[in-house]
């Protein structure tokens, strides 16, 4: 008999910035688990979403193909039938495939999506499906009927002074807590079968409303002034493009109690300290997940990865939550990878790398053939040793197509590349840009796109996103003879 095939731990946050843990820098929020993870395998310092709006992303590293290549370039699209989601290919080989919380592969606003979210072949076996925590409802969402049969109900508290940031569930009533618990019963059954098995657990913490449980959140508050103010320079988005000075007026473009400067400190620190509040939540989550494999002895053939879909505002810049913007905030997401005694351990890794890598990488660990659709490269020899882990790709690249309803006018269509030090962006839709040096610039406050003594950056820039976007052509379907 074969030797069995490692199991896939998938953990992803929702809306998560990397300044929210420990293990990347943060000393005043509590994350001990994520942070052991983080030293039992390899931190990556610089990865980037393909897309800093959820379905795009989600569909980008979910298949290891670009958002545009995938057609699922907007919330509220569906994912195509003939797309090929790294759990289907899983499935196809033998193992059993979960999912716990949120999807997001197809529309699931209330008004279309009543029941539950609408599925290709996933390759899941086992579904448990909960989309958000904001207070819609859908008649099979989970996580609600969970929270009905122990006769509670959603909570959004209002805390006194602040608009914007709530009380949301405790955390034995929490999504991340239901999350665990499905996850957990899923391992244990496998286990106890013996099967490979790969497990997507989909927190949806800490997308807004920023609604944290009480007694972490008043936690957080007790810190007071330490709780840093956004990132914003006086004056700033007079030289950024249209969205931008939009969206600081209002969330989305819609939701007026996120007026950047009408906000008061103790709103911003409130804002704050929210994010920190549901990580320190999510991480006992974590922990409870690195309990039961090290128990059981499978921690030594779980690969294990930790990341989010894209990262939040957070008031940076002037801007909460998300749109169509590409600041380190938004588009540079957390990214552990851990398997212990299999990869090296407390390797803190440099390299540029993106979401659409890890589908390949997944394949590779197992010793899975690669999808020819994928277009991901595979972060396997940095993990395994082969090669250095702090040179994987010369820029990284992302795209906003209209990715959300709200800027009507004019439909943002945006794309941005960064080669390490410098990043720009292009909005195609308004003819505007931005050029950043990270190197002298690293909050991006100074737009360079339009000063005469940058042109030849910007021209190579400029060069090098037209051959990031030609190479996002779609690889299938495949060549089958020469002519």
Known sequence: MSEKKPNVLWICTDQQRTDTLGCYGNSMVSTPNIDKLAAWGVLFEQAYCQSPVCTPSRASFMTGRYARTTRCRQNGQKMPADEKLISKLFAEHGYLCGLAGKLHLAPCHPDVCKGVEERI????????????????????????????????SLKREPMDEIRQTFYGNDSEDRQGTWCTDKALQFIRSNRKFGNSWFMSVNFFDPHHPFDPPRDLMDKYMKLGDEIPLPNYAEGELAGKPLYQQMDSRKAYNFNGAFNFSEMTELEHRAARASQWAMLEHLDIQVGRLLEELEASGEIHNTLIIFMSDHGEMLGDHGIYWKGPYFYQELVKVPLIVAWSGMIASGIRSEALVE?????????????LPLYPGIQGKS??????????????????????????????????????VF?????????????????????????????LYDQANCIEVKAALLELLSDRMAFTADPLPERLADW
């Open 419 to 447: 080669d390490g030090r410098y990043k720009l962006v292009r909005v195609h839709s308004t003819k505007e840009g931005e050029l950043y040096d990270l190197q002298a610039d690293p909050q991006e406050h100074h737009n």
């Open 121 to 152: 072949d996933d390759g899941y076996h086992a579904f448990y499906w909960s989309h958000a925590t904001g207070g819609h409802s859908w008649a099979l969402d989970e996580y609600l009927q969970w929270l009905d049969g122990r006769g509670v």
């Open 379 to 416: 972060l396997w020899p940095l993990l395994s040793g082969e090669r250095s882990p702090n040179a994987h790709r010369e820029s990284v690249y992302c795209e906003y197509y209209n990715a959300q309803p709200w800027h009507p006018d004019q439909p943002p269509q945006a794309t941005m």
């Open 355 to 367: 979401l659409v890598d890890l589908a390949p990488t997944l394949l590779e660990a197992a010793g």
